[in-house]
């Protein structure tokens, strides 16, 4: 059965077709347990499917939620975590046909000479494991051995829009559920109080804004899974959600008869006519009638103490900085919100890159080491995966004006780096290999394909089991190519 497919009015028959259409897998425990949660008169159920152990899983998981830092625009590889101490002695030349081999580049590059341009940053060796970290980084090279770098990502799309598709839905076309949305759709609520999914989007950032994309609804949305899954955007002023507060003159106890009456209509509307998305519409008003109070709980610092805030820098104090969405983002999943993607954009360095870049990094450095240690050190770090990374890498040859301290760099889908830490992966571990000039993968690629069905391994999930039938076709977040766990990389 596919959501837009016309269904019986009865419930017992929608449960009984719904269920037999999605199989006896992950997809289906947790559909019984919306539909056996939204029927029952009781009180709702502390969590999903997921919530009782074993129950939802396809094997035991070593993570339970996801903090997804997601840098778009596409931070540059070579100037971060991809050290080629060697390349300086390409500086100025082309770069060999030999490493290019013909690879398809963008319109900014087609027909143009490809200059080399080394990183005009240093790196140096960090933490007992001696990952080498670039000088830009000196927070995150004081938790290097909690960081599992991996240096040999590997994308399809050239072009932002497409690549950050691929990466949160899994596919380049529009339209498919994004990751949060599978989550929330296979292993249910932890928390009845906040919504599975939340995003929150950086409102400023310090490398520029003269080139910077927009970012669509799309990449948090749930596609054809039920709309109860998309993720929740918050606002980084006003209302944390939109209309969350009551209206001039409305107090709770008249919203509360308002909601019970427009219930009452809904349910009786379903009665009528059977659509599931009623129940969606149902659960989604009392949801935000309870985010009334867990919200404002959720948002209020008052009660961080100043050592913690200092953990994630000076800009914390500033509503909607990354900084900010890192302390937040910690408060949600210690909650029970089980999907967070931060997006910080800023990073599309064409021109300008090392003066760019400074600012990117000084934005995100501090917070994302200081969220490991804040996670750590409440014992949430073992089972809270964190994910930090782009759409795809920067080219090894220049953009713009080339000088030993300037310069900038195309899309580059070839290779590219990104780390995660926490949930079951190794630390203080790099994998994969790039040639000398960070523009191919040598040694272990990982496809974006093999990361996604990763993250999905970790929280206890098949990636090749988690399906919904739609449109004649099985589909799954990681698509119907082939998809590989990295068990290198697990603990």
Request: a neutral charge.
């Amino acid at each position: 059965m596919t959501p837009n497919q016309p269904t019986d009015h009865r419930r017992g028959f929608l449960k009984d077709c719904l269920l037999r259409h999605c199989g006896m897998g992950l997809g289906a425990t947790a559909l019984a347990s919306v539909i056996s949660q939204s029927q029952s008169t009781a009180a709702p159920a502390s969590g999903g499917a997921g919530a009782l152990p074993g129950d939802g899983l396809h094997f035991p998981a070593r993570a339970k939620r996801v903090i997804f830092l997601f840098m778009a625009g596409a931070p540059s590889q070579i100037d971060l975590f991809d050290d080629k101490p060697d390349l300086h002695q390409q500086f100025g030349k082309p770069l060999p046909p030999s490493v290019s081999n013909g690879q398809r580049v963008t319109a900014m590059t087609k027909g143009k000479a490809q200059i080399v341009a080394p990183s005009m940053f240093s790196f140096a060796p960090q933490g007992q494991s001696g990952i080498q970290m670039s000088e830009l980084l000196p927070h995150l090279s004081n938790v290097a051995d909690d960081l599992c770098i991996i240096k040999s990502l590997n994308t399809d799309a050239i072009n932002h829009d497409p690549a950050k598709t691929l990466f949160c839905t899994g596919s380049q076309i529009p339209g498919k559920a994004s990751m949060g949305s599978w989550l929330s759709y296979g292993l249910g609520r932890m928390n009845e109080n906040l919504p599975d999914f939340v995003v929150m989007n950086s409102a400023y950032w310090t490398g520029g804004t003269g080139n910077v994309q927009a970012l669509y609804s799309r990449l948090w949305g749930s596609g054809f899974l039920p709309s109860k899954h998309q993720g929740v955007s918050f606002q980084p002023s006003g209302d944390p959600v939109l209309f969350l507060s009551n209206p001039p003159g409305v107090i709770k106890s008249s919203r509360r008869q308002m909601l019970d009456l427009v219930t009452e209509l809904n349910e009786q509307h379903l009665d009528a006519i059977g659509d599931p998305e009623i129940k969606t519409t149902i659960a989604q008003q009392q949801m935000a009638f309870r985010m009334q109070t867990s919200v404002p709980e959720l948002t209020d610092l008052s009660d961080e103490p100043e050592h913690v805030l200092a953990r994630y820098g000076p800009e914390v104090h500033k509503s909607g900085s990354f900084a900010r969405n890192c302390l937040l983002a910690r408060r949600m999943v210690e909650r029970g919100v089980r999907f967070v993607q931060l997006f910080h954009r800023g990073w599309d360095h064409h021109v300008g890159l090392p003066k760019k870049l400074r600012g990117q990094a000084y934005d995100v450095d501090q917070p994302s080491a200081g969220l490991i240690a804040d996670l750590k050190q409440r014992g949430l770090l073992d089972d809270t995966l964190i994910v930090f990374g782009g759409e795809f890498g920067r080219t090894t040859f220049c953009q713009g004006k080339l000088t030993p301290t300037n310069y900038g760099r195309d899309h580059h889908p070839r290779c590219f780096s990104v780390w995660m830490a926490g949930g079951g992966i190794k630390g203080g571990m790099t994998y994969g290999q790039t040639d000398e000039f960070s523009y191919n993968v040598v040694e272990n690629p990982v496809h974006v394909r093999d990361f996604n069905a990763t993250i999905l391994h970790q929280l206890g999930i098949d990636h090749k089991r988690l399906t919904f039938p739609f449109r004649g076709l099985d589909q799954r977040l990681t698509g119907v190519e082939e998809a590989h766990v990295v068990r290198q990389i697990l603990a």
